[in-house]
């Protein structure tokens, strides 16, 4: 399980947010054995869900959603592709 340690605004260093750009947060998890990770995420994301520091976090981290195997295998296509690509000239 995964608890919400901490909640801080994400740094965008000296560069604004673009119009229409949610608001991101850096949120600070801590699993039962001890493993520490940091997400990016919305906060309005994190609103909608009633989540604050100290609640368990909804989804396992560690496992890829549907959304992250899909961009995985698109990248992986598309590096095939360009390597294709070389290959023909």
Known sequence: MWTIKRIDEAD????ERLP???L????SLECD??????????DNWLTMQEL???????D???????????SAK??????SY????EELE
């Open 52 to 58: 604050d520091e100290g609640d368990e976090w909804p």
């Open 33 to 42: 054995d001890g493993r520490i990770l940091q997400l990016e995420v919305a």
């Open 74 to 79: 698109q990248v992986q296509w598309m590096e």
């Open 82 to 85: 360009l390597d294709a690509l």
């Open 60 to 70: 396992d981290p560690d496992e890829p959603d549907e959304e992250d195997a899909k």
């Open 24 to 27: 991101m947060v850096l949120v």
């Open 12 to 15: 965008f260093g000296c560069e």
């Open 20 to 22: 229409g750009e949610p």
